[in-house]
């Protein structure tokens, strides 16, 4: 997309994706309607890429000897630094007015973002990293459902179908977690992954603004909140080289992308690429923990990468039945107002 400001920066490693976040501090704080292929295809890319970065919480969670309240305190600060940082390469001397731009949907962006990274790091302690990205994966569904209401994009008929079928699953997976510090887990799980869609809902309704600035607040607040119960000081200088490396890759990058990338596609979509952590994230404590999933977790998880691949395959059967609109008629642009 063109630049819309004198005080950014281009970058020539990451192609597109500064612009994103680019010139969007100037008058009415718009940018021209992120649509088109190209931008499909990009936003598409950003999102995978985020999912990826995301799916290797689980394996820092298990590395980190520090409790949990004091990894979320240098996983924030970490990760805030890294993204604020980002801000400031992009706008420069428009920084400030970039953070104020964000308006009160950056806020609401940054407390689903915030309360969603407590829940999130939490579960990971309290049950199985196989339970915590299943519960994840109805991601696609709930943000569906969100928009549905609010900003009325119609979701598929197709995708209604899938969506009771992986809570299904979810339930299945949460039935058999008898132990309560388990169930605990996955009902954490399932808080963030309603807070996470939302922020994606939002993302994508007020793509007209760069939220980049709301994730760097999120970071932080993350960071405050828990201070009173952490003990930064308390930490091996492994440990903190590890909680680095966590912040600002597993965190920070995650964050940043999606937010640039969620712009661009819509939620459920959105939501759905950031499902291939699904099998990545088990995948990595099986290799360096030797964890395996457990029968209901195979059970669940299952029957909820078969509601993925109904949704996904659903892409390639015409028919209006599937919610899509005509080919002679333009989608709504839910973008703007």
């Known amino acids: ?6 005080h950014s920066r281009s970058d020539p490693g990451l192609p597109q994706l500064a612009a994103t976040s680019r010139g969007q501090v100037s008058g009415a704080v718009t940018a021209p ?5 190209g931008n499909d295809r990009a936003g598409a890319l950003i999102v995978a890429i985020s999912a990826v970065a995301f799916s290797t919480a689980g394996l820092f969670t298990r590395l980190v000897e520090a409790d949990v309240w004091t990894m979320l305190f240098w996983r924030g600060l970490f990760g805030g630094i890294m993204i604020g940082a980002y801000v400031i390469w992009t706008e420069r001397t428009a920084h400030r007015k970039a953070f104020t731009a964000i308006g009160w949907a950056g806020v609401l962006t940054a407390t689903c973002s915030t309360a969603g990274t407590i829940c999130f790091v939490a579960a990971l302690r309290m049950t199985t990293v196989a339970d915590v990205t299943i519960v994840y994966a109805t991601a696609p569904f709930i943000a569906a459902g969100i928009a549905w209401v609010w900003p009325r994009e119609r979701p598929r008929c197709v995708t209604l179908v899938a969506s009771g079928l992986a809570l299904l699953g979810v339930v299945i997976l949460s039935a058999a977690a008898l132990p309560a510090a388990r169930m605990l887990g996955n009902l954490l799980a399932l808080t963030m992954t309603i807070l996470l ?3 994606m809902v939002i993302n994508r309704r007020f793509r007209h603004v760069s939220m980049v ?3 760097c607040l999120s970071a932080f607040a993350c960071a405050v909140l828990v201070a009173p119960l952490a003990d930064p000081m308390s930490v091996t200088g492994a440990d903190l080289v590890l ?3 966590f912040g600002t890759t597993q965190f920070g990058m995650g964050l940043l992308l999606l937010t640039i990338g969620s712009r661009r596609i819509p939620a459920a ?3 759905l690429l950031g499902n291939l952590e699904l099998p990545l994230a088990p995948l990595w404590i099986w290799i360096a923990f030797g964890e395996l999933p457990s029968r209901s977790t195979l059970v ?6 078969a509601a993925l691949l109904l949704d996904l ?3 390639q059967a015409p028919g209006r039945w599937l919610g899509r609109p005509p080919l002679h008629q333009k989608a709504p642009d839910m973008g703007r107002g």
């Open 269 to 271: 979509r959105a939501s």
């Open 313 to 315: 395959a659903a892409d």
């Open 243 to 245: 909680l680095m490396l």
């Open 1 to 6: 997309m063109p630049d819309q400001g004198s």
């Open 33 to 37: 309607p992120l649509e088109g292929a």
């Open 213 to 215: 600035p709301a994730a």
């Open 300 to 305: 669940g998880g299952a029957v909820v990468c």
């Open 197 to 199: 869609a939302l922020m």
